[in-house]
């Protein structure tokens, strides 16, 4: 198997832009997972004791090796990752095996028949 997790770390109010951009660049779904927290270089904001941060989600790109950087690429941009300090990080790992991916796996490898 050619495949790549890429992982997204953003805040709640950018995660349709995300998941849109990957789509457009070849992901073929996304998994999110809502409520994550998250601190940068900057120690986190308080008011009176409570935090003031947004909610953050993890967003996961099963997705053909192939396509992972061009898709990462478009994630940080619809992200702003490079741009606004704190917006949110993206990062691959590479998989070695999965399972349960029935007709998910041949629109993958549908989207890269081409590439290969």
Do not use: W, Y
């Amino acid at each position: 198997m050619n495949l790549s997790l890429l992982v997204a770390l953003v805040e709640d109010t950018r995660t349709e832009d995300i998941i849109a951009a990957a789509r457009d660049a070849g992901a073929t779904g996304a998994t999110i997972v809502n409520g994550g927290r998250g601190e940068g270089l900057e120690p986190e904001q308080t008011f009176l004791g409570l935090s003031v941060q947004t909610q953050r989600n993890m967003v996961l790109f099963l997705v053909a090796k192939p396509r992972a950087r061009a898709i990462l690429e478009k994630i940080a941009e619809a992200g702003e990752f490079d741009e606004t300090s704190g917006s949110g990080v993206a990062f691959e790992i590479a998989i070695e095996d999965a399972v349960g991916l029935g007709s998910q796996l041949k629109a993958i490898l549908a989207e890269v028949e081409h590439d290969i």
